[in-house]
């Protein structure tokens, strides 16, 4: 399909008609047993946009979407939306209400296109789906293709993370999307005919991202419903042949606990990726004695993109990195006075990219550079090695200690499961390094103080927690500053 790469005026949606005009019964989704081909998709999308059209919208209208449930109504909405040249800013029904009205009425949002009437917002237009765009694909006439600008333009508006502050609004061009794609394709592109599952749902970028690339290079999507067992995911899996599994470190965690194998239990995957949070070693390695080998790790950020990436056959090797910068991105290591930082020495991350997208609030890029809030190192091969946090740093009397530092140590302790630290601010000391642990066997604190005392020397923590789980926000990334609320909570209750 590289016919499209050169089109300055690229739409998001044109190599999902053109896989229609090349294989119209191939397979593009999969919903509750029910087949949908390429063609039922681009024809739905047709009459989707003559919907839209006769709403009276009109390039540069920014409209929510708030869709339950169905992922081929979803996908039906969004991709209608990115086709007729409309922005378009996800406000997911799960959300408080108060939330999501805030971030419409910021927008501006001309609309609100939702399938359920309780996701109505006070004061903004609702617009309902028709479901006979999709149920009556066969009998009603199709519509005529009246595709809009893409380009530059806006295609769809996302928010931050969160995690370098207030989320803020980022904006991704058609062309943004395109390059970005084309950066992850040598590494992550769907083949023809593949089947891929996405443990993350529509309502984030990452599920919205990956089912538009999936169909742009001929996959079929897998949809999952709200809310499904382990067991059932597991059959899902093995019945319709899913060789690309993407998810989180949090599905990882969920799935492990679920499954009693210790050989591989999805062998047919091609692609197990995971991205979305850091995954710590102990779990990287049950997942690939006890899911599938073929584990990537994905290192990314929603302002730049893809990043850098690790191979099943760099984590062979190197199970703590996230492996090399990807094509077309330029990733560098550098001190606080944007100084190259030599190789083996831990520093501020930044990267520079034509997939690079700028945010509608506050500074995200500075002088070209993104810097996604990380600390790393790169040996001399390039491959990455994250450090923690930049914010997350802890400062004991004038000692830069590194999260990871910390947790790297006791998460090779055996009676521990899963270990966070964090930073409990000190007037003696600025920052007193803390950790909160979840056990898998029980540990005195006398073992655990001569254990940190021998492998963490000075840097050990002065203060421990014991939770039943650590808490992490949608994507799996642990909630330090959560952590530190905790520790300070039972500190004073003492």
Request: aromatic share 6%; glycine share 8%; proline share 5%.
């Amino acid at each position: 399909m590289s016919d499209q790469n050169s089109d300055p005026d690229f739409n998001v949606t044109d190599p999902v008609f053109a896989w229609a005009a090349r294989a119209p019964n191939a397979v593009a989704l999969i919903e509750q047993g029910r087949a949908i081909s390429y063609r039922t998709l681009t024809v739905a999308i047709r009459r989707a946009m003559l919907s839209m059209r006769e709403a009276g919208w009109r390039d540069g209208d920014v409209i929510g979407v708030s869709i339950r449930g169905e992922t081929l109504l979803h996908l039906v909405v969004t991709l209608a939306l990115a086709r007729i040249g409309l922005t378009q800013v996800n406000l997911p029904p799960g959300d408080p209400v108060s939330q999501r009205l805030a971030l419409a009425q910021r927008l501006s949002i001309k609309a609100l296109v939702a399938n359920h009437e309780d996701d109505r917002l006070s004061g903004i237009a609702q617009f309902t789906p028709d479901n006979d765009w999709i149920a009556a694909v066969h009998t009603a006439p199709v519509s005529p293709d009246s595709r809009g600008a893409g380009g530059d333009n806006t295609w769809i508006i996302i928010q931050s993370s969160g995690t370098t502050g207030m989320p803020k609004n980022i904006e991704i061009s058609h062309h943004a999307e395109r390059v970005r794609r084309e950066q992850s394709q040598p590494l992550f592109s769907c083949q023809s005919g593949e089947r891929f599952m996405n443990l993350v749902g529509l309502r984030f970028w990452v599920g919205i991202s990956r089912a538009v690339r999936c169909l742009s290079e001929g996959g079929t999507v897998i949809a999952l419903p709200d809310n499904f067992s382990a067991a059932q995911l597991l059959h899902w899996i093995d019945a319709y042949d899913v060789t690309y599994l993407s998810c989180t470190p949090r599905n990882l965690h969920w799935l492990l606990q679920r499954v009693n194998d210790d050989n591989p239990r999805l062998p047919g995957l091609r692609i197990l990726r995971c991205s979305g949070a850091e995954l710590v070693l102990s779990l990287l390695q049950q997942a690939r004695r006890r899911l599938s080998p073929n584990l990537f790790i994905d290192y990314s950020s929603n302002e730049a993109g893809g990043m850098a990436a690790a191979t099943p056959g760099i984590l062979e090797n190197y199970p703590d990195s996230v492996g090399l910068p990807l094509q077309g991105v330029e990733l560098e290591i550098v001190d606080g006075e944007g100084r190259r930082a030599p190789t083996g020495v831990v520093g501020r991350i930044r990267v520079r990219g034509s997939g690079m997208t700028h945010c509608t609030e506050g500074v995200s890029i500075q002088a070209g550079w993104h810097y996604p809030g990380d600390t790393a190192l790169q040996n001399d091969e390039g491959i990455v090695f994250l450090k923690g946090r930049y914010d997350d740093a802890i400062n004991f009397d004038g000692i830069l200690i590194s999260t990871t530092e910390i947790e790297s140590v006791l998460a090779r302790h055996p009676s521990v499961a899963e270990v966070a630290a964090f930073a409990l601010p000190s007037p003696e000391h600025q920052d007193v390094p803390a950790v909160a642990l979840v056990l898998k066997q029980a540990l005195t604190q006398e073992d655990l103080d001569q254990y940190c005392a021998q492998y963490l020397g000075i840097i050990a923590p002065r203060v421990f927690i014991r939770v039943d789980e650590l808490p992490r926000n949608a994507m799996g990334k642990v909630l330090r500053r959560r952590l530190t609320e905790i520790a300070l909570e039972r500190l004073s209750a003492k």
